[in-house]
């Protein structure tokens, strides 16, 4: 019922940024929280940054004062904003949604993207 595709990640020197794209699109009422995971290889996916439909936003400690993660409602789309980035940021960066559906009455249904590469080099 909805579609995330992610677009931007790459290959950076340490140090440099990139911009993540994540858009929405499909069936649904309305995109609550949206957020950005990453998993490094060996690791447990974790949470890098969310962002309520109003604007709250929330970060995980590491990437506090380099990332901004931002939304434009009128298009379905979430971005993050990865400034300074370090080597450790290398991972997989995957897009998470919480969307309100349509399903035998209308309930709120958590959506994954396929995941974009990131990866530093130091």
């Known amino acids: 019922q909805v579609q995330l595709v992610e677009s931007g990640g790459g290959l950076v020197q340490a140090g440099g940024s990139l911009r993540l794209s994540c858009a929405a699109s499909g069936s649904f009422f309305s995109l609550n929280r949206m957020g950005w995971y990453r998993q490094a290889p060996g690791k447990q996916r974790e949470l890098v940054a969310t962002?309520?439909?109003?604007?709250?936003?929330n970060y995980e400690d590491s990437v506090k004062g380099r990332f901004t993660i931002s939304r434009d409602n009128a298009n379905n789309t979430v971005y993050l904003q990865m400034n300074s980035l370090k080597p450790e940021d290398t991972a997989v960066y995957y897009c998470n949604v919480d969307a309100s559906v349509y399903d035998w009455g209308r309930k709120v249904v958590n959506y994954w993207g396929l995941g974009t590469q990131v990866t530093v080099s130091s």
């Open positions: 962002i309520t439909y109003g604007g709250s936003t």
